[in-house]
């Protein structure tokens, strides 16, 4: 990693005060170094880890080659006192998140040494447990508000399985951890053992914008900028949907919830109507789904807040928030990413009553993990 | 399809008399519509097809986009007298090779309007279990000389398995038939099932040259020309050898026997030696591979002749049968394709005896295909 000159802050700036209590339902834990996870590695994982190292592309470019998704670029007041990686202090993100930005509960989410999308399925399902170890040894044993998610290996179902029983009678976890980007599209029949195991323990299955699945994230190949990259990825989340509709796995699964976090919400009526049109049309091609695409979005999605889209005219927005469903919304801020949301300031314009921002900040993300 | 003005024969011309009966490994028949098929669909698959088509290409180009690979273009001289697709016509093919080349035994190929990759499964699946059907019933009903491939959706492991364990009673079945190129290398532990249901079955496994996997065949991208495409196709079969190799296929399948079709063999020697060599520095990144590559390559895999590699001096590709193993190829010729290898001339430079020839055009396949 090339952690060169930044500026760094050794304290959080002092802030105006907390209006109320938040779930946020994306923090990024960080390791300073891969050591940090040997004590949950076999000996032989360790020596892979530092022999042959991670072999996550089949493709080119991800989101992950951008500085700005790397795990050690943040907020520039984000780097603890000791200049470890933004993330890494459990401390300090207590001190300067936790307890400075009101947060009841806080969801971890673990990026940048998940072992999902690991090309050696061994090595990946090795290395997801050991966060999962360490998700718990470093966070939720440090504080009891953070939260953790299961990561599992995706393209090897099996062992994603055995992961998520493994994991699902510790309360602490409160979802199963999927990237967006996939080998292939997430509906495909090759993944469904993991939504029934999802199901079948009562867990959500959460998605964070990004992963890296080996494909260009557009139609038409690699983009050139990462405004393009990180705008693309909301296509890839559209794309999620559109294949866990069509290929029926609520149908499977009709007790299933997904969260898709960091992509945005306000593509989802047009996405929504586009896939009913299709479907009242092209309903011979695909027998097995018995629901409009829109009920099936309505009722098994939900999406987190950060980054949230800012309309010119608010009245627009609050117009998307009633189509997707104020219940359907949660609460995120990204920390301790440059590009979070302020609880003080997020969804302040968007015409909402305190009732409403009560459920998006807090309500219904202690609904959907079952929070005490 | 676009059949427009091509030059036909309807008689096959006189030919030199054969030397000795063979084996064909590769004959590859053919639908004159899609329609030949339906008897062997339900209903719903049958206005599937006429509504929706095909759906198999996940990438841009592939080989069967070129004219040469489509199932309509073929020696101008294996036109049935009544016009219709070059290997549609039973009786034609029975007369023109059958008779005419001295085959004791003709393995079929289908390819054209194989199921293997559709995207959509249950599409796919229907479509293979119908090729299937409709082998028996026109060809191998037909003359008792021809023989049956298992087609089957590498893509969907499980419908794959249910039609092997189907078809593998029928002696008129020699192999279980995949496609080089797949979404993902053949290794991966996804299509596992296949070949335990193989190995169960007493059955080996065939792979012709080509498929349609989605992906470029070179790791630059998409080639320019049918001469590039044809050629990297060789890679991809590379590629295959590599994957079930390291993977570990063989380890878990001691007895699975694999025939790599249309690929030639020439390169055997040099990707075991770099296998080798690989392997011997990093065999603690593949710790489930006990055996050496090239000892894995000579146990576990044949190779079909056409088309053969042609070195200018004749003793270089007599050096490389020696190293791959007279034993370990069997004679094809691709009927009715335009690069069809006819048995009077095929191998008469490579300074085989007759006791190597016999073994090549006939002995070798009859022990691989239990043939009487």
């Known amino acids: 990693m090339n952690v060169t000159v930044r500026e760094r802050t050794s304290q959080a700036a002092p802030r105006a005060e907390v209006r109320q209590a938040v779930v946020d339902c994306d923090i990024h834990p960080a390791v300073n170094t891969p050591r940090e996870l040997f004590p949950f590695m076999t000996k032989r994982w360790q020596e892979h880890l530092l022999t042959y190292g991670n072999h996550i592309r089949q493709g080119l470019s991800n989101a992950l080659a951008h500085p700005r998704m790397q795990p050690e670029v943040a907020r520039a007041d984000a780097w603890p006192p000791d200049g470890s990686i933004p993330g890494s202090d459990a401390a300090f993100m207590r001190e300067q998140h936790l307890d400075g930005n009101g947060v009841e509960y806080g969801v971890l989410i673990p990026l940048g040494r998940s072992g999902a999308s690991q090309r050696n399925l061994d090595y990946g399902a090795a290395l997801c447990s050991a966060v999962n170890d360490w998700q718990l040894a470093k966070y939720c044993d440090f504080d009891k508000r953070f939260r953790a998610s299961i990561t599992v290996t995706q393209e090897e179902p099996a062992a994603a399985v055995a992961e998520i029983d493994k994991r699902a009678g510790d309360k602490r976890f409160v979802q199963v951890l999927l990237p967006p980007r996939t080998v292939e599209p997430l509906g495909r ?11 079948r323990n009562k867990l959500p299955v959460g998605l964070h914008l990004g992963g890296v699945g080996g494909h260009p994230s557009t139609g038409s190949g690699y ?3 990462y405004i393009e990259e990180h705008t693309s990825q909301v296509q890839t989340m559209q794309a999620l949907i559109t294949s866990l509709v069509v290929e029926g796995v609520f149908e499977d699964f009709p007790s299933l919830q997904i969260l898709l976090i960091e992509g945005g919400f306000s593509w989802v009526p ?17 027998p097995h789904l018995k629901r409009a695409p829109s009920e099936q979005i309505r009722d098994h999605f939900r999406f987190t807040t950060q980054p949230i889209e800012e309309p010119e005219n608010p009245r627009h927005l609050r117009d998307i928030i009633d189509w997707v469903g104020v219940e359907r919304l949660m609460f995120s801020t990204d920390y301790p990413h440059w590009d979070f949301d302020d609880p003080r300031q997020a969804l302040n314009n968007a015409g909402l009553s305190e009732a409403e921002k009560k459920k998006i900040f807090s309500g219904n993300a202690k609904a959907f993990y079952g929070l005490p």
């Open 189 to 199: 029949r090759r993944y469904r053992p993991i939504f029934e195991a999802a199901v």
């Open 270 to 286: 047009s996405l929504s109507w586009r896939l009913d049109k299709h479907w009242k049309k092209f309903k011979s091609e695909v």
């Open 223 to 225: 983009p050139s900028y």
